[in-house]
């Protein structure tokens, strides 16, 4: 398993179960992709974030990136709004990291019919621009899901010690399963290839995405 050394002189773990010190600070990081809450209103807290509220705009500052935004037509009437903000730090990692945006359907009509530039997918998918006026409005809409793909290869120990034990477990191909907790928002695709992939989202929505990650299996995230 690979680790990100945060500072060269205070790696303290060779693996993602132990944990490297702040030298500066002398504290603990507290934005690791285990340390999930949940907020009074229904919210998941990870990385500082709470999905279902936080707005890109408000994700944009804390990062101090601005992402490529897309709508995403999959088939006709199934579209989504991404923002890729390609590779990150977070806390201790390093990993890819895409931001579903809750935008209604007239929104995403909207954005699709204004766009300003499309383009096929590998997937299938149609990527769709968005013009200058349509990124100000994407800008004011919260997350709807975070998708995090760490550049560390997690094993299913690893993820026991950090995550615990799922509630449900579905296996999408002979390497690839999926391990949901809804109890923390999340849903997390564990590849023996390595390619691992965790969804965030809020209460109100996991059902969704639960319905639709096993509809999708283990195909591609963009």
Known sequence: ?????????????????????????????????????????????????EIGKTTLKELINSLQHFPELAVFVTAPGDSMLEAYFGRR????????????????EQQLQKFADEQIERKPQRSGAWKLS???????????????????????DYTADIIIKHFGEPQDKVAVTDKATYWFYPDKGLALLLNDDGRDVFHYSAAKDYAALKQRLLKQGSGEVR
């Open 130 to 152: 968005l013009s200058e006026d349509n990124v100000k409005i994407a800008n004011t809409l919260p997350i709807k899901y975070l998708i995090y793909i760490p550049v560390a």
């Open 89 to 104: 730090r977070l806390g201790l990692f390093e990993a890819r990291l895409i931001a579903e945006l809750d935008a209604s």
């Open 1 to 49: 398993m690979r680790v990100l050394p945060v500072f060269a002189s205070c790696l303290l773990a060779v693996t993602v179960g132990l944990v490297a010190c702040d030298k500066e600070a002398g504290k603990t990081p507290d934005n690791l992709p285990w340390q999930i809450s949940t907020s009074a209103e229904g919210y998941t807290q990870v990385f500082h974030w």
